[in-house]
Every structure is written in C-alpha cells, then in structure tokens.
C-alpha cells in the first residue's frame, strides 16, 4: 500500500496562486517518486481544491483530485451547487465526502454523506470519506463509537452500490486537531486506525488528518496502520505539502 499524501485547500489560493501551485509542484516532482502500484489511484498525491480551480487540473494526469465537496444529484435545480459529474467530466477522480467542517458549519447529514458515497461509485470515483470527533466527545469517551456511527453511511453505501472496502478511503481527523497545531497522540491515532480497519477491512485505506506538517510527519507516518495524510494548512506552499510526502517515506 502506497503512502497518500492528500492536500485539503479548503477555502484559500487565489486562481492564480493555484495555477503557480500547479506548475510548482509538476516541477518539483519531477525529481520525486510518487507513483503507487494501485491501479485506481494516478500517484500518491492528491489534492481537493475549490470548485472554480478545477478546470486547472483539467490536464493534470499525474496527480489524483477532486471536489472538496459536491450535490449528490447530477444536474438540476440546485442553485448554488456543485455537480459531481462537472467533476468528471474535467477529470477528477476522487472526492471529499463529510470533512467535519461540512459537517458542522453547514450540517452535513448521515443521509446526504450516504447518497455523496453512493454518487461517487456510480461516477466511478474514489470517495474519501471523513471521520472523527469532536474534543467534547473525547472526553466522555465517545471516539470509537462516534467513529463507527460514521462509518454506518460508508457501509450502507458500499452494500448497496455492490462495492468492496477498498474502494473507499477514509480520513480520520479528529475535529480538536484541525487547524490547531495539536495533533493526536501517537497510541491514540493507532487504535483509531486500528478499530476502523476492524470494522472495515484491513486493506482500507485510513488517512490521519488534523494538523499534520513536515516537523511531525515522519512519526505520525510510523504509525502502521496510518496509510497517509489529509492536510489542510500545510499543503498551502508546495514545499511543506512535499515536505510531509519525503518526510513520511
Ligand atoms: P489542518 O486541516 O491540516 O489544517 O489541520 C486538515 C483538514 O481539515 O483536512
């Protein structure tokens, strides 16, 4: 299994900055390796950009993408969304599904993350879908049962489509770590990764995401059943993005 490095931009870089980010990053991995033996992944590089950039990945053939989020119906009336189908047709290939952002600022449902799933496979794309809880529920303990609530939509979606485990990723980003430079004790991250791969399969996909930077890199990469990164502030600037995928190799 290839160590994915997924860049979440959420709601930053100008168009112009992003088309500088594009030709940046074509430069420098150049030198790099990153390419992965799994067939349905381009590399292990990933990014979400905002909707209005994707036409700049239009010709991007080395570098996996997609939407940071998208409407689970393909076209109608929906002002304001986005259509997944746009996404393909420009070339995207894996897409955001339930960041908790989404979640809690713009309350994201279990039922509307299930049908984004469900979208996903019947466009032939990758979802990636994420998980995790907030501080208060830490504290009473609540992780792991939180976690498996969520995975009941990736379930559901996967009996329903006919798909495998692995035709989905899952980011684990406990909602406390993100944008906060705390990052989730080691222990902690691994017996997250540890009970979601129990209940999913073993060969699934777990990303780690929530404050992840080149300094912590290389640990968090240790961990076993961490298979990559979902990052948000780091993968702003070419070098840190590329700084965390050297420093997990
Ligand atoms: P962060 O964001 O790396 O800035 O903590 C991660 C994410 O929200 O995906």
Same mark, same amino acid.
């Given at each position: 299994?290839?160590?994915?490095?997924?860049? /979440?931009?959420?709601?930053?870089?100008? =168009?112009?900055?992003?088309? $500088? =980010?594009?030709?940046?990053?074509?430069?420098?991995?150049?030198?790099? $390796?990153?390419?992965?033996? +799994?067939?349905?992944?381009? *590399?292990?590089?990933?990014?979400?950009?905002?909707?209005?950039?994707?036409?700049?990945?239009? /010709?991007?053939? !080395?570098? !996996?993408?997609?939407?940071?989020?998208?409407? =689970?119906?393909?076209?109608?009336?929906?002002?304001?969304? !986005?259509?997944? $189908?746009?996404?393909?047709?420009?070339?995207? /290939?894996?897409?955001?599904?339930?960041?908790?952002?989404?979640?809690?600022?713009?309350?994201?449902?279990? &039922? &509307?993350?299930?049908?984004?799933?469900?979208?996903?496979?019947?466009?032939?794309?990758?979802?990636?879908?994420?998980?995790?809880?907030?501080?208060?529920?830490?504290?009473?303990?609540?992780?792991?049962?939180?976690?498996?609530?969520?995975?009941? &939509?990736?379930?559901?979606?996967?009996?329903? &489509?006919?798909?495998?485990?692995?035709?989905?990723?899952?980011?684990?980003?406990?909602?406390?770590?993100?944008?906060?430079?705390?990052?989730?004790?080691?222990?902690?991250?691994?017996?997250?990764?540890?009970?979601?791969?129990?209940?999913?399969?073993?060969?699934?996909?777990?990303?780690?995401?929530? *404050?992840?930077?080149?300094? !912590?890199?290389? +640990?968090?990469?240790?961990?076993?059943?961490?298979?990559?990164?979902?990052?948000?502030?780091?993968?702003?600037?070419? $070098?840190?993005?590329?700084?965390?995928?050297? /420093?997990?190799?």
């Amino acid at each position: 299994m290839s160590f994915i490095c997924a860049a /979440n931009w959420k709601m930053n870089l100008s =168009f112009q900055q992003a088309q $500088d =980010f594009l030709e940046e990053l074509q430069r420098k991995v150049k030198d790099l $390796d990153i390419s992965t033996p +799994e067939k349905s992944l381009r *590399s292990a590089l990933c990014i979400f950009p905002q909707a209005v950039h994707a036409p700049l990945f239009q /010709n991007i053939q !080395n570098i !996996n993408w997609g939407a940071q989020d998208f409407y =689970f119906e393909s076209s109608g009336a929906f002002t304001g969304q !986005n259509s997944p $189908d746009l996404f393909k047709e420009l070339g995207a /290939n894996v897409m955001l599904i339930g960041h908790s952002e989404r979640r809690t600022l713009f309350h994201e449902s279990e &039922s &509307s993350i299930l049908k984004k799933i469900k979208k996903c496979f019947e466009l032939s794309m990758i979802p990636m879908v994420c998980v995790g809880e907030t501080l208060e529920q830490r504290k009473m303990d609540l992780t792991l049962h939180v976690i498996k609530e969520q995975l009941e &939509s990736v379930m559901i979606a996967l009996e329903e &489509s006919s798909k495998a485990s692995t035709d989905v990723i899952i980011a684990y980003e406990p909602v406390w770590a993100i944008g906060t430079g705390l990052v989730a004790e080691a222990t902690d991250v691994q017996k997250v990764h540890d009970s979601i791969k129990s209940l999913m399969g073993s060969k699934t996909k777990v990303l780690y995401g929530g *404050s992840v930077k080149p300094e !912590n890199a290389t +640990e968090l990469a240790s961990i076993p059943s961490v298979n990559g990164f979902l990052i948000g502030g780091a993968s702003l600037k070419v $070098d840190s993005f590329l700084g965390i995928f050297k /420093n997990s190799k």
